[in-house]
């Protein structure tokens, strides 16, 4: 059935879900089996997160299990009850967010390190009853505690759409963190809409969830002007003044206009590296590991604790894998203690791909990491001491290898990340993570299989793979981990580019193909091509290219060198998605979520015909342009025309995908691009093309045949 636009939130704010129990199972006699009108038992002194978590419980009780369960301070003796409480004794559970469940004959202790520990206990319970599908649980000890103090993550619903439904949502997923970007005035957000950022974190607190603020206002003071201290006192003190209890402050280079002195580096803001319009050739402050960084943090760092000692100052090394690991790691060597540097995880690794080099631009599953990049700065960080390690991960089931699907379909390649990270919390003291930015997260198995790797002691996660596999999928599991065996293989020959991850692979199928210069035309295309914005949102339209963009940054090899290795490359992916297509479509009894597995996968097989389509199409673009010959031209004319052909059948495949699935096609920071709307206005860009475009060049092209 024909899903209604955003109708994929309503299932998201069903935070326990109906339908799982299964009535004609027993208990094993190992299982103790949790009765109707279970007691759950808090502490006479119980906080806000214990008494949220044994509510939530109580109504998993009543929602998922279709039981009762009682909130109360008291039970008689010999009641088999949920006993909580919270404890200092707890061996390796003891740290944040542990907990330790005993489960016998009579009743469940749980104990928590914390109230979060507690919370994550109860969350347990509720995850086993989803596996088993019935109240039974396996009688023994479970002693766990998360294995980073902090994760964060953006909302599944829309930019800064915190609902209680969304953070408890969160809280299940072992999320403890949110993140707001802020631009000067702490009640707007970054297009300017009110957000009482107190009154959010009171909120998230119920869940045991804190506030980070991403502060992108400009920083003008450089730390030798007069009065630079005075100067940022008084602009954290109106953030502080809004919200006194942030957990985190999150500075990023680039969106602070910091006024470096470097040598090395150009001006702030970038618009001024120009002379008569002509490049200096510097990057700005914000794109390099200035030497003056570390006195400016430190005029950050007193403003901070002159406000809330308590509070985390994170300082981002985003965008400076390309500078020299000498500058990068002096520039470690020389920040202020007390500091978290946050370095991304999987950006600039290069590797050969066929007879060129590939660069990871910006995040991509289709290489595990972690990058040479992070790798240098987190030894330099361990070595340093005083500093805290934290990874700009993209862990939470996206990255930047496809805008607008809600996760990636690829479970191994994401097993292979967590593991790498789990490794790096051993050997370089890894302490938190970044989990996702703008474009949230969205509960699938990778959530589910990220939550099970981060907290210690470490389960084997293949097996956590196969049993998740028999919760979602039932009798059809083997099946569709053969499918993910192939969509494994296939996201290793995903490359990941800027002409891709900013063109066709942000936005779908929906991604114009212009044959003519859209800026060249007299008085240009509106929005220089871009489908039009349809609702007010942060980047909307302006974060893809409207046309295929040469991307040469001296990391990669030129475009026309490796556009013909990504398209063989892309082959490979596409043959390998579709295989696994293959596999999901023979399945002859498929439940809602295989139908939906199937969705995702047909989608992102399309999505890569459009880049393959648009790569070709952009060759014959530029032998056009060089054609020598009229008749060279025609020729090139017919093949130019018969990609738009292919690209148009198969836009109009897409169409029934995106109907049955909201989620398709939209993402946070854009909202929809791919929706039946917008596929239906690429079909008319290519009707226009086909009809107007194509008989335009024809007929300049056979000019000379008349003349």
């Known amino acids: 059935?024909?899903?209604?636009?955003?109708?994929?939130?309503?299932?998201?704010?069903?935070?326990?879900?109906e339908g799982i129990r299964n009535y004609d199972l027993t208990p094993e006699a190992d299982e103790f089996v949790i009765g109707e009108g279970i007691k759950i038992v808090i502490p006479e002194d119980a906080g806000i997160v214990i008494k949220t978590a044994a509510n939530d419980f109580a109504d998993y009780m009543f929602t998922t299990m279709k039981m009762s369960g009682v909130v109360t301070r008291k039970c008689a003796d010999g009641d088999k009850a949920i006993k909580i409480s919270l404890a200092n004794d707890l061996g390796e559970a003891q740290g944040y967010m542990g907990y330790r469940l005993t489960i016998s004959d009579d009743g469940i202790t749980l104990e928590g390190a914390d109230e979060k520990g507690v919370a994550q206990g109860l969350y347990y319970l509720e995850d086993r009853m989803n596996i088993r599908k019935a109240p039974f649980i396996k009688k023994g000890v479970v002693a766990k505690r998360a294995l980073f103090n902090s994760r964060s993550t953006h909302s599944p619903l829309g930019m800064f759409e915190f609902t209680d439904e969304a953070l408890s949502l969160m809280a299940h997923l072992g999320f403890d963190t949110i993140?707001?970007?802020?631009?000067?005035?702490?009640?707007?957000?970054q297009r300017g809409d009110f957000i009482d950022i107190q009154l959010l974190y009171n909120r998230a607190a119920k869940y045991g969830i804190g506030l980070v603020v991403a502060y992108s206002c400009p920083h003008d003071k450089h730390p030798d002007d007069e009065g630079a201290q005075e100067y940022y006192d008084a602009l954290?003190?109106?953030?502080f003044d809004r919200c006194p209890n942030l957990q985190a402050v999150s500075i990023v280079g680039e969106s602070t206009n910091f006024k470096s002195?470097?040598?090395?580096?150009?001006?702030?803001?970038?618009?001024?590296?120009?002379?008569?319009?002509?490049?200096?050739?510097?990057?700005?402050?914000?794109?390099?590991?200035?030497?003056?960084?570390?006195?400016?943090?430190?005029?950050?760092?007193?403003?901070?604790?002159?406000?809330?000692?308590?509070?985390?100052?994170?300082?981002?090394?985003?965008?400076?894998?390309f500078a020299p690991e000498e500058d990068r790691i002096r520039l470690i060597e020389s920040l202020p203690d007390g500091i978290t540097v946050q370095v991304t995880w999987d950006m600039f690794h290069q590797y050969r791909l066929g007879n060129s080099v590939q660069d990871v631009v910006d995040y991509s599953l289709a290489f595990a990491g972690p990058g040479e990049y992070f790798t240098s700065e987190a030894k330099a960080i361990a070595k340093r001491k005083g500093l805290k390690l934290q990874a700009n991960s993209q862990t939470s089931g996206r990255t930047w290898d496809f805008g607008v699907v809600p996760y990636e379909?690829?479970?191994?390649?994401?097993?292979?990340?967590?593991?790498?990270?789990?490794?790096?919390?051993?050997?370089?003291?890894?302490?938190?993570?970044?989990d996702n930015i703008h474009y949230g997260f969205y509960p699938s198995i990778i959530t589910d299989i990220e939550k099970r790797a981060f907290f210690t002691p470490a389960e084997p996660l293949d097996s956590v793979l196969d049993e998740l596999l028999v919760r979602d999928y039932g009798e059809n599991a083997a099946e569709v981990k053969k499918a993910f065996c192939l969509f494994d293989e296939a996201i290793l020959h995903y490359p990941p580019t800027n002409e891709d991850q900013y063109g066709a692979f942000r936005i779908g199928p929906s991604y114009p193909f212009w044959l003519e210069d859209v800026r060249a035309l007299p008085g240009s295309l509106p929005e220089t091509g871009?489908?039009?914005?349809?609702?007010?949102?942060?980047?909307?339209?302006?974060?893809?290219?409207?046309?295929?963009?040469?991307?040469?940054?001296?990391?990669?090899?030129?475009?026309?060198?490796?556009?013909?290795?990504?398209?063989?490359?892309?082959?490979?992916?596409?043959?390998?998605?579709?295989?696994?297509l293959e596999v999901l479509k023979a399945v002859k009894n498929p439940n809602k979520a295989l139908e939906r597995l199937k969705l995702l996968a047909e989608f992102i097989y399309r999505t890569t015909l459009t880049v393959i389509n648009l790569k070709?199409?952009?060759?014959l673009q530029q032998k056009l342009h060089v054609a020598e010959t009229s008749e060279n031209a025609?020729?090139?004319?017919?093949e130019i025309e018969k990609i738009l052909l292919d690209e148009k059948a198969n836009v109009e495949a897409t169409i029934p995908l995106v109907r049955e699935d909201s989620r398709l096609g939209w993402e946070p920071s854009m909202e929809y691009t791919t929706d039946e709307w917008g596929l239906n206005w690429k079909l008319r860009q290519l009707a226009h093309e086909l009809s107007v475009v194509i008989p335009k060049f024809r007929k300049g092209n056979r000019l000379i045949r008349d003349f």
């Open 1 to 17: 059935m024909a899903e209604r636009r955003y109708q994929f939130k309503e299932e998201l704010l069903k935070v326990h879900k």
């Open 179 to 189: 993140s707001v970007w802020l631009k000067g005035d702490p009640e707007t957000t």
């Open 236 to 239: 954290y003190g109106k953030l």
């Open 261 to 321: 002195k470097d040598p090395k580096a150009g001006k702030s803001p970038y618009k001024n590296n120009f002379v008569d319009n002509i490049p200096t050739g510097k990057w700005s402050p914000g794109w390099w590991p200035c030497y003056d960084y570390p006195a400016w943090l430190k005029l950050i760092k007193n403003a901070i604790e002159k406000y809330n000692p308590d509070t985390e100052l994170i300082f981002s090394t985003y965008n400076w894998g």
């Open 409 to 434: 379909p690829m479970p191994g390649q994401w097993i292979k990340r967590y593991e790498g990270m789990i490794k790096a919390a051993e050997e370089w003291g890894l302490s938190s993570i970044c």
């Open 530 to 580: 871009r489908m039009p914005d349809r609702g007010r949102v942060m980047f909307g339209n302006g974060i893809y290219f409207p046309t295929y963009t040469p991307d040469v940054a001296g990391r990669n090899s030129l475009t026309g060198v490796r556009i013909f290795d990504e398209i063989k490359s892309l082959g490979k992916f596409r043959d390998l998605m579709f295989g696994g």
């Open 616 to 619: 070709n199409f952009y060759i």
């Open 634 to 638: 025609e020729a090139l004319l017919d």
